[in-house]
């Protein structure tokens, strides 16, 4: 008796696969899989916590810089500074040493009153003495304390 085209030993010839193309199969697969969850994580940020935007205007995000300690690329972001006049300040900062005060940033070159006017509300300066004077007071009151049994 002979075989129909249409018996099932050559319908199931059509969806064997040799080995090679069994793991080239599966290959293909793992890397849709891994590619599809890696976008996902990239575009969801699910490893973030929830944040809601408030106001949209870049105008209204306030920032106060340390002016002796803010780096160049810190520095642009203040009105009227770009990246000459930053890289002015902190080379002007290891020369002369620390501002004492915001005024002092006109000894600058290319800052004047008025640049200094503009961005006085976005910068502070910790006095390296003051700051220096009250870690020296917690220390001496640390070591005048006296010392607890069983420590």
Known sequence: MAESPASPKTS???LE???KELIATLFLITSLLIGIGTKYTIDHHW?????KVIDTNPESIRL?????????????????????????IVEHRKNKGAFRTIEQLCEVNGIGTKTVKKIKGSV???NPLQSRRTKDNN?????????TKGS
């Open 12 to 14: 199931s010839k059509i």
């Open 17 to 19: 696969f040799s080995r």
């Open 47 to 51: 490893w973030l916590p929830e944040t």
């Open 64 to 88: 106060k810089i340390n002016l002796n300690r803010a780096e160049w690329y810190e520095l642009i972001i203040l009105p009227g500074i770009g990246e000459k006049r930053a890289k002015a």
């Open 124 to 126: 502070f300066i910790n």
């Open 139 to 147: 220390i001496k009151s640390f070591t005048n304390t006296p010392a």
